[in-house]
């Protein structure tokens, strides 16, 4: 991948921060957990996100399938301090997202689906 590319998607994540405060962290990874780009604080271990984000994915998605539930659109995981969503780019890359504990959900995973739609093309 090129590094304009790249610097893209790293100013689109930047971009989807900024629209949604509560957003602390992000990255699109590919469903195989390599890291295409990332706004990740130094203390977060970007390979670490990206090998756990495509394995919720890929676990999420096959619990939709199992228990009929449709294509999965979603995966959010809350914890003590705060959230981790994810959401499909496409079918070969997840967008993950931290979030803050008192985050607004339903801003967080607006903004994400928009982010998601730029975000494809650049994966595809």
């Known amino acids: 991948m090129n590094d304009s590319r790249a610097n ?5 994540l930047r971009q989807m921060q900024v629209t ?7 990255a699109l990874v590919t ?3 390599l890291t295409l780009a990332s706004a ?3 203390d977060v271990e970007e390979d670490r996100v990206s090998a756990m984000s495509a394995a919720m994915l890929s676990l999420g998605e096959r619990i939709a399938t199992e228990l009929n539930r449709g294509t999965l659109d979603e995966v ?3 914890g003590e ?3 981790v969503l994810l959401t499909a780019v496409g079918q ?3 967008l993950t997202a931290l979030s803050r504990n008192e985050g607004r959900l339903g801003l967080i995973f ?3 689906r928009r982010a998601a739609i730029d975000l494809k093309d650049y994966v595809s």
């Open 8 to 12: 893209l998607m790293v100013d689109r």
């Open 110 to 112: 607006l903004e994400m």
């Open 92 to 94: 070969d890359a997840v």
């Open 31 to 33: 469903v195989d957990g």
């Open 81 to 83: 301090e705060g959230f």
């Open 76 to 78: 959010y995981i809350r």
């Open 20 to 26: 949604a405060p509560d957003i602390i962290a992000s």
């Open 40 to 42: 990740l604080p130094s």
